[in-house]
């Protein structure tokens, strides 16, 4: 199996830059994906990584570090609508399923 | 943009009674999904299918769940008698045929099972 942990919440000043990290354990690394969810709301894809480094996509970056089983989700410039709930996901062996993670949910407060 | 949409947006049932939600994911996508995410709790993989056939499923899939794909277009989830414990958003999803292609989620069915 799989063991993601994220931190349970987080909050942030808005303007501000927040990182949300994830660790993963996993044999057969095949990727890892973030997700942004709003409350009530449907996922929606922020990010994908399986190459080690850094992706970046306007006011969001997400990193990955295979050898460590660290990644992390960077956003710049914080509104008050990034309050949401982010999930990291990773795919391994020969899935192309994710496993989520339990999400972190971020408060950005003015 | 093209989406996956999901109907109904709120179902309601007694349980023991057959429910089906209903999917129609993005048009040119081979691959689909549902998914189902119990209240305050994390999205949890139900089954995949592809080409017409179930390609993997979870421990939570069991003989009460079934898919379906009745024509072009929907996908059907069925949970033939329903429990307390299905009460949950379910969400279905689908992706393209490249290796790095990321799922795209619909708005989600929240089902209460009284």
């Known amino acids: 199996g799989q063991n993601i942990d994220q931190p349970t919440e987080m909050t942030a000043t808005e303007g501000a830059i927040v990182q949300i990290n994830c660790t993963y354990q996993?044999?057969?690394?095949?990727?890892l994906f973030w997700y942004q969810q709003h409350a009530g709301e449907a996922p929606t894809f922020l990010s994908y990584?399986?190459?080690?480094g850094l992706e970046e996509k306007g006011r969001f970056s997400s990193f990955l570090s295979r050898s460590k089983g660290y990644s992390y989700l960077l956003l710049k410039e914080l509104q008050m609508k990034d309050s949401a709930s982010y999930l990291c996901a990773v795919r391994a062996g020969g899935s192309y399923i994710p496993t989520f993670g339990r999400g972190t949910s971020l408060i950005v407060h003015p | 943009e093209p989406e996956v949409t999901q109907t109904p947006s709120h179902q309601v049932t007694q349980m023991g009674q057959e429910v089906i939600l209903r999917c129609v994911p993005i048009s040119n996508h081979l691959y689909f999904y549902w998914y189902r995410q119990i209240l305050g709790q994390k999205v949890e993989f139900l089954v995949s299918f592809y080409n017409n056939e179930i390609s993997e499923k979870s421990e939570i899939f069991d003989d009460q769940f079934s898919v379906e794909r009745p024509d072009g277009s929907n996908f059907t989830l069925k949970i033939r008698s329903t429990k307390l414990e299905d009460s949950a958003m379910y969400f279905c999803a689908s992706r393209g045929s490249g290796r790095q292609e990321t799922q795209y989620f619909g708005p989600g069915t929240r089902l209460l099972v009284l």
């Open positions: 996993t044999s057969g690394f095949n990727g």
């Open positions: 990584n399986v190459l080690d």
